[in-house]
């Protein structure tokens, strides 16, 4: 089973930015659709973004469109979250997961990192 870590998250001011990485273990993560999910305190997980095994397709919720960018290194098996823009609702712990290439799943996830952006 794929292992997942991530990294990058912290402490930002509103209108800041941080890049969030999640490494994988394994030697099939050119395979993976990845994504990037959150959760707030006392919500729910959502989705955040993902991309498919190129990287080629990509998918936002409509809160991040313009503000996040999500990509892919496939030769150092890591995918990333690029936060722009950051608003005091981005707070959340930010979990990255791995499903299939045709994206039906996730089958892994990450443990999450913490972003916290002040007013």
């Known amino acids: 089973q794929v292992q997942l870590v991530e990294s990058g998250g912290g402490l930002v001011q509103a209108g800041g930015s941080l890049r969030l990485s999640c490494v994988a273990s394994?030697?099939?993560?050119?395979?993976?659709?990845m994504g990037w999910f959150r959760q707030a305190p006392g919500k729910a997980r959502e989705f955040v973004a993902s991309?498919?095994?190129?990287?080629?397709?990509?998918y936002y919720t409509d809160s991040v469109k313009g503000r996040f960018t999500i990509s892919r290194d496939n030769a150092k098996n890591t995918a990333y979250l690029q936060m722009n823009s950051l608003k005091p609702e981005d707070t959340a712990v930010y979990f990255c997961?791995?499903?299939?290439?045709?994206?039906?799943?996730?089958?892994?996830w990450g443990q999450g990192t913490q972003v916290t952006v002040s007013s």
């Open positions: 991309l498919n095994w190129s990287g080629a397709n990509t």
């Open positions: 394994g030697r099939t993560f050119n395979t993976y659709t």
């Open positions: 997961a791995a499903g299939p290439i045709d994206g039906s799943t996730w089958f892994s």
